[in-house]
């Protein structure tokens, strides 16, 4: 099975009440999160599970300690690289399958086999969105830039621009940062992405 999450800002302070709280979690400080996060992956993720990782798993903190908390997380683990992303040490570098910029791939949605993109970062024209590739990414959080993103989707989805193209297929692009309502602060499946982005407001 394959599981998507993106921003989880592991060792970074300012995710949590005891820094900045930038993007609202709820946790009083990094033990807080750090415990939640592996609780849900491992309760989710098996051995031959593979997580895909759209960037920013971390921000400094010693990479001793970094090292050894993602080598206690299950499954198999592919890095889309982000921002944030450290990976200059060969230890840390070893605990991914494969490291990258950016990846297209496949995966099931309510049985239908799809194309994705994956990237860390939001791609406003990503390769085959006319033609139902479905667009994975994070860094941006919950942000104002996330709102506008979204709304210029929806405004493309909504327009002439939607007639004018050679495909017949809406953009669909998610955000997969752990803080989304929708993530939860764990990895997901692509059904469990889109389905609950659609309970979303």
Same mark, same amino acid.
């Given at each position: 099975?394959?599981?998507?999450?993106? #921003?989880?800002?592991?060792?970074?302070?300012?995710?949590?009440?005891?820094?900045? !709280?930038?993007? %609202? /979690? =709820?946790?009083?400080?990094?033990?807080?999160?750090?415990?939640?996060?592996?609780?849900?992956?491992?309760?989710?993720?098996?051995?031959? #599970?593979?997580?895909?990782?759209?960037? %920013?798993?971390?921000? /400094?903190?010693?990479?001793?300690?970094?090292?050894?908390?993602?080598?206690?997380?299950?499954?198999? &683990?592919?890095m889309i690289r982000g921002n944030h992303d450290d990976i200059r040490d060969q230890r840390y570098q070893q605990l991914f399958d494969e490291i990258c910029d950016y990846k297209e791939m496949r995966?099931?949605?309510?049985?239908?086999?799809? &194309?994705?993109?994956?990237?860390?970062? =939001?791609i406003l024209m990503w390769k085959d969105q006319h033609h139902g590739s479905i667009l994975l990414y994070g860094h941006v959080h919950n942000s104002i830039e996330e709102h506008y993103f979204r709304?210029?989707?929806?405004?493309?989805?909504?327009?002439?621009?939607?007639?004018? /193209?050679?495909? %017949?297929?809406?953009? /669909?692009?998610?955000?997969?940062?752990?803080?989304?309502?929708?993530? !939860?602060?764990?990895?997901?499946?692509?059904?469990?992405?889109?389905?609950?982005?659609?309970?979303? =407001?």
């Amino acid at each position: 099975m394959n599981y998507y999450i993106s #921003d989880m800002h592991l060792f970074h302070k300012n995710v949590t009440k005891a820094g900045k !709280d930038f993007d %609202d /979690r =709820p946790f009083e400080d990094l033990e807080e999160m750090h415990a939640l996060f592996k609780e849900k992956w491992n309760a989710k993720i098996t051995n031959g #599970d593979t997580v895909y990782i759209l960037g %920013d798993m971390a921000m /400094r903190g010693t990479q001793e300690d970094l090292i050894a908390f993602v080598s206690t997380l299950k499954g198999h &683990k592919v890095m889309i690289r982000g921002n944030h992303d450290d990976i200059r040490d060969q230890r840390y570098q070893q605990l991914f399958d494969e490291i990258c910029d950016y990846k297209e791939m496949r995966d099931t949605l309510n049985g239908e086999h799809v &194309k994705l993109v994956l990237c860390h970062y =939001p791609i406003l024209m990503w390769k085959d969105q006319h033609h139902g590739s479905i667009l994975l990414y994070g860094h941006v959080h919950n942000s104002i830039e996330e709102h506008y993103f979204r709304k210029c989707l929806c405004g493309m989805n909504n327009s002439e621009f939607f007639d004018r /193209r050679a495909g %017949d297929k809406l953009l /669909r692009a998610y955000n997969v940062g752990c803080m989304m309502p929708y993530m !939860d602060y764990e990895p997901r499946t692509l059904t469990e992405i889109v389905e609950g982005s659609k309970a979303c =407001p």
